[in-house]
């Protein structure tokens, strides 16, 4: 039986376990504020679930040393066996973080049941009695009474038994002071989902005890009504991602380039060249598309059509009305000021769209992901290129640096920027092909020009930081690089993500596409002299192409999935590349060489 508090006034607090398969609905009918709780990253054990939850942290299974072990012997051996697994881990991990805590400030700790293990405590009463802390579980009842004797001074956090090795988020309720509609946390700032992590901050904060550096969750909150029926389609829509993206994306753009091929074997050159333009207008359409489904969430039959049949519908209506090299520049500048509108806006379409961060696995839950990063860092730096080749034919030699410099800062800081795009990868990539595509357009006479952009990404990191702090926009940039504890806690970040980055190449899906990536970069090599024979009219879309290309490549070295963002990086250079190629046919209008303005000699980068 748990021990009663000493008074009335000494606060408690409740973090029970129930019965798996316990829905939102009933959580909600039994009076909790309701929400879904991501259980890890990725399938994890039960077990790691509670630890997750008792450490407030969390990395990959994967960077651990070894897995999680089973519970065999008695349970001081296997917590003393959990503490020196998560000594391994490149973070800050330390298990039974929030009892230890709780305990340092007098918070008495109470086990009932079996969770005492994963808790880090024993089945007795442990502590003073500054408040009072019970690990418990048990069994929802139908009816409010149950719960309604915590909701003026208690708080109970009840969370559903995660299934084994799953990645399915769970139920969570939690009923107290200040709870009255669905969850949330800025660890997901989305209305209804949370994170594991974040229960112990929310448990500390309720004793009033400040949240340690080594616990990476936020506290949670409740907003708004109670809206079951959201938190659902939320679920369901987050469930879906990743089995989507294969007959979404894949089989569309695999029937693009089918199509393309019979066109260029069955046909003549300019039909050919006709169908490699539609073909890079509908890779480059498709992102736009993918966002329009997640505003209609169809179902994966409709979310399949949508894009295999809208990308290339729109793609051919802009070459009706505009034709060349002004098609591909309006296209790249549509898609990407969709998307900075919709992360500036706070919307959580971008996260739910099948290219966005794919909450579901448990990382990012808004702004961009490591997929939008690699295309979106394209279609920045040759779109700019695109459009001073298109629309600004004029444009002089002192101009033009400037134009991609300043698309690229605009786009670091709105993709970048905790309270928009949230991407710390993308305050490094979008400077850095904006820097090489203006030291590319500007000459060899401009080296101090070189020397200033190449600082840019330097500068816009240091601004972001600054931006964050001031606006209190607790992003990932915040989180894993500003909060870190040192330049030990520095290192363990860019630890993790080069782990992760090298694992990425071992995945069989990305494995297979990487020798296509190799052949063609050996092929661009060797055609080299016609690649620049194609762009020699066109020095400001060269430069774009240059400055992509060097986004890519740093792009693949600064983030934790190299390997994805290599290849989604290669497939839209080669799309822009296969555009110029059927525009160098000299059959439309605007493909003729630009001004003399920015027929100047660029310096090979």
């Not at 009918?29 to 879904?36: C, H, I, N, Q, T």
């Not at 290669?570 to 027929?599: C, I, Q």
Request: proline residues 6%; contains cysteine.
């Amino acid at each position: 039986m748990v021990p009663a508090a000493t008074a009335e006034d000494t606060p408690a607090a409740t973090l029970m376990l129930l019965p798996p398969g316990t829905t939102v609905d009933e959580l909600a009918e039994a009076g909790f504020s309701p929400g879904l709780m991501s259980a890890g990253l990725g399938s994890v054990p039960p077990n790691q679930t509670y630890l997750d939850i008792g450490q407030g942290n969390r990395v990959f299974d994967s960077l651990y040393d070894e897995k999680l072990p089973w519970r065999e012997g008695g349970c001081r051996d296997w917590q003393r066996a959990v503490a020196e697994r998560a000594e391994t881990a490149p973070a800050d991990i330390v298990p039974f973080l929030l009892v230890r805590e709780a305990r340092s400030h007098g918070v008495a700790t109470f086990w009932i049941g079996r969770l005492d293990c994963a808790f880090g405590g024993e089945k007795r009463w442990q502590g003073e009695e500054a408040g009072m802390l019970v690990f418990s579980e048990g069994a929802l009842l139908g009816d409010a009474d149950w719960t309604r004797r915590f909701l003026e001074t208690d708080l109970l956090i009840a969370v559903a038994e995660p299934d084994v090795d799953s990645d399915q988020p769970v139920a969570i309720g939690i009923a107290g002071p200040g709870f009255d509609g669905n969850l949330t946390s800025d660890s997901t700032r989305m209305d209804g989902y949370v994170l594991s992590t974040d229960v112990a901050p929310t448990i500390l904060r309720y004793f009033g005890i400040g949240v340690p550096a080594e616990m990476s969750g936020q506290p949670i909150r409740a907003e708004g009504p109670v809206d079951v029926a959201g938190i659902e389609s939320l679920g369901a829509r987050m469930e879906v991602i990743s089995s989507r993206r294969g007959p979404a994306i894949g089989l569309p753009v695999a029937a693009w380039l089918l199509l393309s091929l019979g066109a260029a074997l069955v046909g003549s050159v300019a039909m050919a060249r006709s169908a490699v333009r539609l073909l890079a207008l509908s890779v480059v359409y498709l992102p736009l598309l993918l966002l329009l489904g997640a505003a209609l969430e169809p179902g994966e039959t409709a979310e399949a059509l949508l894009v295999a049949i809208g990308a290339p519908l729109a793609g051919a209506l802009t070459l009706a009305l505009l034709g060349g090299y002004r098609a591909l520049a309006f296209a790249a500048g549509a898609t990407v000021l969709a998307y900075a509108i919709d992360v500036i806006a706070g919307s959580p379409l971008t996260s739910l769209s099948l290219l966005g961060p794919n909450p579901g696995l448990g990382v990012r839950f808004y702004g961009i992901g490591n997929e939008l990063e690699a295309l979106l860092a394209v279609l920045v730096v040759v779109g700019t290129g695109a459009g001073l080749t298109a629309f600004a034919a004029g444009a002089s030699r002192r101009a033009a640096p400037f134009a991609f410099i300043a698309s690229g800062l605009i786009a670091a800081f709105v993709f970048a920027a905790g309270r928009f795009g949230a991407d710390v990868g993308a305050a490094i990539v979008f400077p850095v092909g904006a820097a090489v595509a203006a030291v590319a357009v500007a000459g060899r006479g401009r080296r101090p020009i070189a020397l200033a952009v190449l600082a840019a990404p330097v500068a816009v990191l240091a601004l972001l930081a600054l931006v964050d702090l001031l606006s209190g926009a607790n992003a990932h940039l915040t989180r894993s690089v500003l909060d870190a504890g040192g330049l030990g806690d520095l290192a363990d970040v860019a630890q993790r993500r080069l782990q992760l980055s090298a694992r990425s190449f071992g995945r069989p899906v990305l494995l297979a596409f990487l020798p296509l990536v190799l052949a063609f970069a050996l092929l661009a090599y060797l055609r080299r002299d016609r690649l620049r024979a194609w762009l020699g009219g066109v020095p400001a879309l060269r430069a774009g192409l240059l400055g992509a290309l060097a986004a890519t490549v740093v792009g693949t070295l600064a983030n934790d999935s190299g390997a994805l963002v290599l290849e989604i990086g290669a497939a839209y250079l080669l799309a822009f590349t296969g555009f110029v190629w059927a525009e160098s046919g000299g059959n439309s209008g605007d493909s003729k060489p630009v001004d003399e303005k920015l027929h100047f000699r660029a310096p090979h980068v």
